[in-house]
């Protein structure tokens, strides 16, 4: 199963999709393996903003199904939720379950144990160079945000503060996620710049490697 999700995100990167998804795929004998030698712990995965079309929900929520796995994910957006429970309800489990919220919010009034997999992809980037869609500006405002003028600072300032509700919780050896974030001159740009140097001051390290823009995704594993 997991060579044809590879395969499937590799299509996908083509279009201009995926980074931190192939990178969780590509370690996952990591996951694997904490759950093998721990079958009587209750593991859950959070995602942080549902899939919209990239296939996340999905095989997160594949991956969960398959491995008896609790998994949750979150997004304030009615359009991104209801695609995420229309994903989870074809398989028919109560362990899966796509919250409408944001994540930040939710995760503070909900304390969540034994973490396996943290993957944060929510509040959204502007990358040098592109393009911003009405609707995504539009979005936005509706929780009174100018998108174009701080969005990239409140996205680095949210993932920081979900962080913050969920890191103690990571098992040890559990993952956290961030993708479009990137490192360049000495210094961390994108959802995880304040969240990565906060996680590697308290017990992360990275396990993979970030070699230009493109690559834009990060994931750091607590220490054991």
Known sequence: MINNIL???RLKKMRGYIGSLKSVFENINILDDIVNNNNDQNFTIIEVGSERGVGSTYHLGKYCLDNNLNFITIDPSEESNKSAKNILNKFNSRNLK???NKGENYLSNNNIDDILLA???GFDVIFPGS???KKRINFYKE??????K?????????HLETTKYIYKNIVDGGIIAFDDTFYENDQWFG???LAVPFL??????????????RDHSILLQKNI
């Open 143 to 148: 929780f009174g945000i100018d998108f174009i």
């Open 119 to 121: 993957y944060l992809d």
């Open 7 to 9: 395969k499937y995100l």
């Open 131 to 133: 393009i911003v869609s």
């Open 98 to 100: 796509a919250v409408k």
């Open 150 to 158: 701080d969005g990239n600072r409140i996205s680095a300032e949210v």
């Open 200 to 213: 590697i001051e308290n017990g992360f390290n990275s396990i993979n490697s970030i070699k230009r823009m």
């Open 191 to 193: 959802k995880g710049q």
